[in-house]
């Protein structure tokens, strides 16, 4: 399953059964992730998300009056929270969370592997944020923190200490962001599969 179809397809279902007024909110959601995913978020301008959602600028400025850093963390918020729930429910299942976390990184690479521009969907949008907008940032960190959660909620089902749940999630989650910058930087997948090597290696030393 390709990454567009895992990390989009939520959106994507949105587009075809929302009432007409919100088509065009949903298509601008769904090609500015697409856009700030492969290009960031600073070279990506309002116009080409115009003509790529084929809607009007006042249907824009309709649906995020503060332009193009609404939208961008209107991204965020959906598509972080389409990971979220996706973890959760992988997560939910009898697989062991480094089986779980291996498959994910796995997706990740077969994202890699179709289009070297895909990695993280929020990842360009966030590092950028930092500079760029507030509004942004603090979506984008929201999402991460989600993300965290949901992994640290299995590891404390599991038994493990609250502290340490929460701790290992966090690296796991900075382990998997920080491999698929340099790969999208080498052009092979070879820091997510050391990525998963140490994840999993993480994982199977259990509660401490």
């Known amino acids: ?66 332009g193009k850093a609404q939208l961008a963390a209107a991204v965020v918020d959906g598509v972080g929270g389409d990971i979220k729930r996706l973890l959760r429910t992988f997560l939910a299942t009898d697989a062991s969370p480094a089986d779980i976390v291996g498959r994910w990184i796995d997706m990740l690479a077969d994202g890699l592997a179709g289009d070297g521009r895909d990695g993280c969907p929020i990842e360009p949008i966030a590092t950028e944020s930092v500079h760029a907008s507030p509004v942004v940032r603090v979506a984008s960190a929201r999402a991460f923190d989600g993300w965290c959660t949901a992994v640290a909620e299995r590891l404390t089902a599991d038994g493990w200490p609250t502290d340490a749940a929460m701790e290992t999630a966090r690296a796991i989650i900075a382990l998997i962001e920080g491999a698929i910058i340099l790969s999208r930087i080498a052009g092979d997948r070879a820091a997510l599969d050391a990525a998963k090597v140490a994840a999993s290696t993480l994982l199977g030393a259990g509660p401490h």
Do not use: C, W
């Open 1 to 66: 399953m390709v990454i567009d179809h895992i990390f989009l397809s939520g959106l994507s279902s949105i587009v075809k059964g929302v009432p007409r007024p919100d088509r065009s909110r949903a298509a601008l959601v769904e090609q500015a992730a697409l856009l700030f995913r492969r290009q960031g978020y600073a070279a990506t301008g309002i116009n080409q998300i115009l003509e790529a959602a084929d809607v009007k600028a006042g249907s824009l400025y309709h649906h995020f009056p503060d």
